[in-house]
Each structure stands twice: as C-alpha cells, then as structure tokens.
C-alpha cells in the first residue's frame, strides 16, 4: 500500500487560508468516507483535527475544515495563525481494517 | 484526561526482538480498538496493526506480517506489539493510539525502536 500524496510544503501569511491536499485512489480516498488528518508539532504526538473527511472533533477550531472531491482530500486552514505551523498528515482506511497514511505537509506561517 | 503511556524501545541488533507496551488510563479501555502506528523521518507515519476491542480481530501491516504481533490485556488496560525478527527499516518511533470510528483519536507520546548493530 503506497502512502497518500501530500505536497512536501504549504505556507501563507497570517490572516490567510491555505488548503492542503491529499491525493489516493478509488481503494482508499475515493472508496469511502473514512478520511482524516493529523496536525503535528515537532517532538510531540499527532493531534486529530478531522475525521470522516469533515467533522471536527471537539475542541478544534472551526478554523480547520474539510472536504473531498474523488480520490483526493483536503483540508484548509482559515484565518491562518502562526500556532498552525506544523507538519499535517492525512490518513484513510483502505480494506480489511487497515490504514494508510498520507506523506505529510510542511506547514509555514510567514 | 485519557493517556496512553508506551514503554519498551530502545536499541536492538538486526534479528533481535522487542515487546512494547502501552499503558491506558482516563478512558474504558476494554471498549475501544487500538491501534500501534510507527514514524520515521523518511517514510512519516505507517499504521502497524490494530486490535478489536476484546482481542478477537487483529490486524498486521503487510511488511510485519509473521514477524510483529499485536495483543492486549483488557484486565491490566494495556496493550503490546511483540517485535520479532526485526529489522533496520523497523527503526522508528513507534506510537500507540485509540480508535474512535474509522479514525486515531487519542495518540501516546512515543517509543523510540532503534535496530542497529
């Protein structure tokens, strides 16, 4: 099972909204709804942000949403804070109970 | 507050095995599926295995196959990967995580597994 394609890195400045993308096939990402993402700050443990492809678990800003469109997910950030530079790593269930992870996104706030 | 504490890394020469653990608190343990997730800096995140809620499915990487089992004990809120025949490419931090639905919701702070001669 390849990993989810992400672009290595996304940046914006302040105030603006960026959205990053996470590319699979009709077995994964375009097979279900069962999609999510993961913010990451470096030396610590990734943090649910999104799952079911858009749904927030309590707690996350409504900054964070998501969305999909065929095989690829996506998540945008609005109003983006310099608390958001983090790494992002999508995430879907494939078949017999597995996973598969995207390649994760550098996130940059100028 | 839920907490997922991992213990069991450290250094291992190719062909070695290691048993990590993963000790729950802060939540019903025996009512969730759990799951070991690893990193390294090349590869991001790989999903290693995962665990039905008594034990009775369990679920492997391919590449870990025959060679990495995951197990759990509902009565002591812990759960385990048993590592045999490891590997330079095992090398990794290594995490484990709940599930809630088809997502990883609560993640441990990571245990570094590190296969070298």
């Known amino acids: 099972q390849s990993a989810l394609t992400q672009p290595a890195s996304v940046s914006g400045s302040p105030g603006q909204s960026i959205t990053i993308s996470c590319t699979g096939t009709?077995?994964?990402?375009?097979?279900?709804?069962?999609v999510a993402w993961y913010q990451q700050h470096p030396g610590k443990a990734p943090k649910l942000m999104i799952y079911e492809v858009s749904d927030r678990p309590s707690g996350v800003s409504t900054r964070f949403s998501g969305s999909k469109s065929g095989n690829t997910a996506s998540l945008t950030i609005s109003g983006l804070q310099a608390e958001d530079e983090a790494d992002y790593f999508c995430?879907?269930?494939?078949?017999?109970?597995?996973?598969?992870f995207g390649s994760g996104t550098k996130v940059t706030v100028l | 507050e839920v907490q997922l504490v991992e213990s069991g890394g450290g250094l291992v020469q190719p062909g070695g095995s290691l048993r990590l653990s993963c000790a729950a608190s802060?939540?019903?343990?025996?009512?969730?599926?759990m799951s070991w997730v690893r990193q390294t800096p090349g590869k991001g995140l790989e999903w290693v295995a995962n665990i039905k809620e008594d034990g009775s499915q369990k679920y492997h990487l391919d590449s870990v196959k025959g060679r990495f089992t995951i197990s759990r004990d509902n009565t002591k809120n812990s759960l385990y990967l048993q590592m045999n025949s490891l590997r330079a490419d095992d090398t990794a931090v290594y995490y484990c995580a709940t599930h809630s639905g088809w997502s990883h919701s609560y993640w441990g702070q990571g245990t570094l597994v590190t296969v070298s001669s």
């Open positions: 995430n879907s269930y494939t078949s017999s109970f597995a996973f598969v």
């Open positions: 802060g939540f019903t343990f025996s009512k969730y599926w």
């Open positions: 009709s077995s994964d990402v375009g097979g279900h709804d069962h």
